[in-house]
């Protein structure tokens, strides 16, 4: 069973902070993880000494004015602690290098960013890690719930899709959340242009036996016990990362699982376009993006040793 015994919460001193920590509170309930690890980076610019003293007027340390304050958010904000032991990881750097290398060094299991509702930057930094961290990466906004009671999980019949369905059955051990898959069925319908709506519907029909055909054969295939239902949505002109999305808020769901599609030995860490947009776009619902840990380290030690 998936465990997460060593959490990563990423913080940037804005008020996204007291959001993550927050959450922070049911992460520590629900998981009992040995080590939770808060940490920020400070970005260091090529400023001659002179400028940076006459920006800080503070009369102390940069870093010391800073790890008072996080301490300070993280010891108002944290209000379950368990047995976890707490901490907080300030490096100087860049943000993308010192994560992604504290990621690996610290075996983390799971890594918690925040992303601002209706931001869609390109440059946000949980966009440029998701993919590069061996973790597991959750993504969260200002409006999500402390809770896990629905997930739903991104199913395309792969072995990564396994693995997410995995993460997801364990999660609702844990929390006692229902969980479902989804397939995005892509079909070409625009270079059929003279459907009708009656061929459409029945087109609809065959399209889920065949979606269930699939699914029995992938839960065979992978041994999965008590799967899942499983529903589907029809791609025709929305992307599938939308429709995903419009499926989970339909039907109340609090948590999107995905994996990736890519078909390379750097598909544990590379993300596909669709795990990218559930990722980076203003996405209302929390988002997890699962690895699998072993095969991500062995692949980043093969890159970078």
């Known amino acids: 069973m998936n465990k997460f015994d060593n959490v990563l919460i990423c913080l940037d001193l804005t008020e996204m902070d007291h959001f993550l920590i927050s959450y922070s509170n049911f992460i520590i309930r629900t998981f009992k993880p040995g080590k939770v690890v808060f940490i920020h980076v400070m970005e260091t610019y090529d400023i001659p000494v002179e400028i940076m003293e006459s920006l800080d007027d503070s009369g102390g340390d940069l870093e010391d004015a800073v790890r008072e304050e996080l301490d300070e958010r993280i010891e108002s904000g944290l209000s379950f602690r368990g047995e976890t032991e707490i901490s907080l990881v300030i490096e100087k750097g860049m943000t993308t290098e010192k994560i992604v290398q504290f990621n690996r060094k610290n ?101 889920g036996q065949l979606v269930d055909k699939e699914y029995s054969k992938f839960v065979t295939r992978m041994k999965v016990a008590d799967p899942p239902p499983i529903s589907y949505s029809l791609e025709i002109q929305s992307d599938e990362s939308q429709l995903l999305y419009n499926h989970a808020i339909k039907n109340n769901f609090d948590l999107i699982l995905t994996g990736t599609k890519i078909k390379s030995p750097l598909a544990n860490l590379i993300l596909d376009s669709t795990s990218e947009k559930l990722v980076g776009s203003e996405k209302s619902i929390p988002v997890m993006v699962v690895k699998d840990l072993g095969k991500s380290v062995g692949i980043l030690k093969a890159i970078f040793d």
Not at 134 to 153: A, F, M, R
Not at 182 to 191: R, T
């Open 107 to 207: 075996k983390i299991d799971l890594t918690v960013f925040g992303k601002k509702v209706g931001y869609v930057g390109e440059g946000s930094v949980a966009r440029k890690i998701v993919g590069l961290v061996p973790s597991s990466v959750l993504v969260i906004n200002e409006t999500s719930q402390p809770k896990i009671s629905k997930i739903l999980v991104r199913m395309d019949f792969s072995k990564m899709a396994h693995t997410t369905l995995l993460m997801a059955k364990s999660l609702s051990v844990y929390t006692g959340a229902l969980v479902e898959c989804h397939h995005v069925y892509k079909l070409p319908l625009n270079y059929f242009p003279k459907q009708t709506p009656e061929n459409i519907k029945k087109l609809k029909i065959q399209l």
